[in-house]
């Protein structure tokens, strides 16, 4: 019983495809987030800019 049970364990941890996936996946969440920040940061910025135009004309 011992045997098979960590003959089951030796199996799972061979298998790394799933733990990759996990890995791109948070990966792409944090680029997600990065980007976010980013145009928001950006955009309200650039609405300001054209706030100061507008007024100036």
């Known amino acids: 019983m011992t045997s098979k049970i960590s003959q089951f364990f030796k199996e799972i941890w061979k298998h790394e495809e799933g ?27 650039l609405s300001n800019m054209f706030n100061q135009v507008s007024g100036a004309l």
Do not use: R
């Open 19 to 45: 733990a990759t996936a996990i890995e791109y996946g948070l990966i792409a969440a944090l680029i997600a987030v990065i980007i976010i920040a980013a145009v928001t940061l950006v955009g309200t910025d």
